[in-house]
Nanobody, 128 residues
Framework: VQLQAFGGGSVQAGGSLRLSCSVS??????LGWFRQAPGNEREFVAA????????????SMKGRFTISRDNARDNGQSTVYLQMNSLKPEDTAVYYC????????????????????WGQGTLVTVSS
């Protein structure tokens, strides 16, 4: 399984960024995003099931962040996106895409232990 994330960068508070993560090798699995700010634990952001649902967000990101995915039919690849709007300085972190273990239930999306593989991370910096 390979995951490659893109789209990080620097933005001012109130701005938007769209992250994307290309997944190959086991694409029909739940995909998600976590983030890790300096000095903090890696935390759950959002996840989306293989068919586009179920979807779960961390409460503080609901309404600002939107997760979506595109499953290619022929080559076994999927892409997961994270649209981030109304960004705040506290959203500054390295964002990691993740593929979950088989049969991970929605109630377990926020647990790092249910992640099978991680992408390399992409840095998002939000300035005030």
């Amino acid at each position: 399984v390979q995951l490659q994330a893109f789209g990080g960068g620097s933005v001012q508070a109130g701005g938007s960024l769209r992250l994307s993560c290309s997944v190959s090798g086991r694409s029909l699995s739940t995909l998600g995003w976590f983030r890790q700010a300096p000095g903090n634990e890696r935390e759950f952001v959002a996840a989306i099931g293989w068919s586009g649902g179920p979807i779960k967000y961390t409460e503080s990101m609901k309404g600002r962040f939107t997760i979506s995915r595109d499953n290619a039919r022929d080559n076994g690849q999927s892409t997961v996106y994270l649209q981030m709007n109304s960004l705040k300085p506290e959203d500054t972190a390295v964002y990691y895409c993740a593929i979950y273990k088989f049969n991970t239930g929605q109630q377990s999306f926020s647990r790092k232990t249910t992640v099978a593989s991680w992408g390399q991370g992409t840095l998002v910096t939000v300035s005030s």
